[in-house]
């Protein structure tokens, strides 16, 4: 049996940051409130005609740099997104030209926060397989995009990023050991955006009723993630034989500072035990997960042979945990 291993990290979000300053000028908030329920200072937002392939493809140029191999080498493209370029063509085949990936092919992959980790799964499973060598896997939002700056519910809490990891086979003891997802549709209401689709295509009237942006319900989501990222990581630890204290690290999206803080502590996870970055990036969706990892990398925390839990929820409900021995 193959094993595949994260072999390469790059991530990349757009110089112009928002503040909650800039935000007290915007809608009825305040930085010190933001701060106190959020854990947010400031986000990253893309200037005006910039996309979600624009960020994937600038990460994944540092990745492919800091492997120091070509795109050409590259079997797969997956892009966990919510914030595609269009509906189609995916934002996968757009990046693939912009690298110059001949060869690749690939699609996007969409389940809200939870899209990088069921991207990195596919990934894994393809080189597990012997199918592919090299898949490059990227999650980028362009929430902005998305975000209703009236609404101060949501339009405090969202940013824009991407983060790339290449996923190869391992030869060693490192890698992937295990993965737990899964979907509730009972929530699908809780966080969505109601236009744009199938079921009411874009008209006059869904714009004017700004129903082609986030749609959020605090109270529901915060509940359930809390109790889905700790479900799902016992779970997941516990069937491959491992407990919290076995973790080096807790890697999950940042959608909440309370949320993240609130799973950690009902796993037993001190705070040098989790990432939280939050406070710089908003959340991120997609990209929140890969971004936390290049924040653990910066502080020195992620370490050869090290146990990393990666978890999220998302939109759907979405749902998903990884287990991984960590390889470089």
Request: contains cysteine; proline residues 3%.
């Amino acid at each position: 049996m193959i094993s595949a291993k994260i072999s390469a990290l790059g991530t990349y979000v757009p110089p112009c940051v928002l503040t909650n300053r800039d935000l007290e000028k915007m809608v009825d908030t305040s930085d010190a409130w933001l701060v106190e329920r959020t854990g947010i200072r400031q986000r990253h937002i893309v200037d005006r005609g910039i996309a979600s392939s624009d960020l994937a493809v600038e990460a994944a140029k540092k990745l492919l740099a800091t492997r120091q191999i070509e795109a050409t080498s590259l079997d797969a493209i997956f892009v966990a997104t919510v914030t595609p370029d269009m509906m189609f063509p995916a934002t996968a085949c757009l990046v693939q030209d912009r690298l110059g990936a001949r060869g690749a092919w690939g699609f996007d992959l969409s389940a809200g926060c939870c899209s990088f980790l069921y991207a990195v799964q596919t990934a894994v499973k393809f080189v597990e397989s012997g199918a592919h060598k090299r898949v490059l896997v990227i999650g980028v939002d362009v929430m902005s995009s998305i975000v209703n700056y009236d609404d101060r519910t949501t339009c405090t809490l969202f940013g824009d990023g991407s983060g790339a990891v290449l996923i190869e086979p391992d030869e060693g003891p490192e890698g992937f050991i295990d993965f737990l997802h899964e979907v509730d549709g009972s929530g699908r209401c809780s966080l969505y955006m109601p236009a744009g689709g199938s079921r009411h295509p874009a008209s006059c009237a869904t714009v004017q009723n700004k129903m082609h942006t986030v749609h959020l319900s605090g109270q529901s989501v915060f509940k359930h993630a809390v109790r889905k990222l700790v479900e799902l990581s016992e779970c997941l630890l516990r069937r491959n034989g491992y407990s919290a204290q076995d973790v080096a690290l807790f890697v999950p999206n940042q959608s909440n500072s309370r949320i993240v803080t609130a799973a950690a502590q009902r796993l037993g996870l001190e705070p040098e035990r989790y990432v939280l970055n939050i406070g710089e990036y908003g959340n991120t969706a997609g990209a929140s997960v890969p971004l936390a990892l290049h924040t653990a990398q910066q502080q020195g925390r992620l370490k050869k042979g090290d146990l990393i839990l990666m978890a999220a929820v998302g939109a759907g409900f979405t749902g998903g945990a990884a287990l991984l021995r960590w390889a470089f």
